[in-house]
């Protein structure tokens, strides 16, 4: 099956910095989709980007689907950024796989 | 965005219990329910997938006579953990199926002890 992979596992921000978040996969898609979770655990879906550039307020994201990789773009961080940042994806009309996180901690 | 609930929040039960949890989508009408597991600091790991009205698609590894799933009604999918045991400890989340944009229930922590 499709392979996702996500980098850097863990990061550490000061708030007001930016950051990028990387994500590769392994074939082609037709569903990508980049997931915040916080600490009580709630999934919020932050983009739907198989291709293309999205932006909503500081957080932005591209997919270069022909090079297999989405990054997303967090600008002038906040402590309420603090969590796991998930890209999930899949190729045909299969269940999304999801790649193991990034873990966001933004601190004052 | 799509509205979905799940009870309970949080439960622990003594080893050898079932435990029933249930997943509503409030906005809309969902054909299709996915069902995660997560375990502490890792990912989200698809357990099965319903279809009203019919049998649940298991993931391998995934036991199915342990892990009943009744998706009876369009808004109603229920995730019922039998026999539970310690290692069965875990966030559990569905996800109604909505298209492109997939949405989550807030998830049930589940502790046996």
């Known amino acids: 099956g499709i392979q996702v992979e996500q980098s850097p596992p863990d990061l550490i921000l000061q708030e007001g910095a930016n950051s990028t978040l990387r994500c590769n996969f392994s074939?082609?898609?037709?569903?990508l989709q980049w997931f915040h979770q916080n600490p009580w655990g709630q999934l919020i879906n932050l983009f739907y980007?198989?291709?293309g550039t999205k932006q909503n307020g500081r957080l932005s994201a591209t997919t270069v689907a022909t090079e297999r990789y989405s990054l997303l773009y967090i600008s002038s961080s906040q402590t309420t950024d603090s969590g796991v940042y998930f890209c999930a994806l899949n190729s045909g009309n299969t269940p999304l796989v999801f790649g193991k996180g990034t873990r966001l901690s933004v601190i004052a | 965005g799509a509205v979905v609930s799940q009870h309970p929040s949080r439960v622990i039960c003594k080893s050898g219990t079932s435990v029933k949890i249930e997943c509503r989508s409030l906005?809309?009408?969902?054909?299709?329910m996915f069902w995660y597991r997560q375990f502490p600091k890792q990912s989200l790991m698809l357990m099965a997938t319903?279809?009203?009205?019919?049998?649940?698609?298991?993931e391998q590894g995934v036991e199915k006579d342990k892990f009943l799933i009744n998706h009876a009604s369009l808004t109603l999918s229920t995730l019922t953990v039998t026999s539970a045991h310690p290692e069965d400890s875990s966030f559990y989340i569905c996800s109604p199926d909505r298209g492109e944009t997939q949405y989550f229930g807030p998830g049930t922590r589940l502790l046996v002890l």
């Open positions: 319903s279809n009203e009205g019919s049998k649940a698609t298991y």
């Open positions: 906005d809309f009408q969902a054909t299709t």
């Open positions: 074939d082609s898609v037709n569903n």
């Open positions: 980007i198989p291709s």
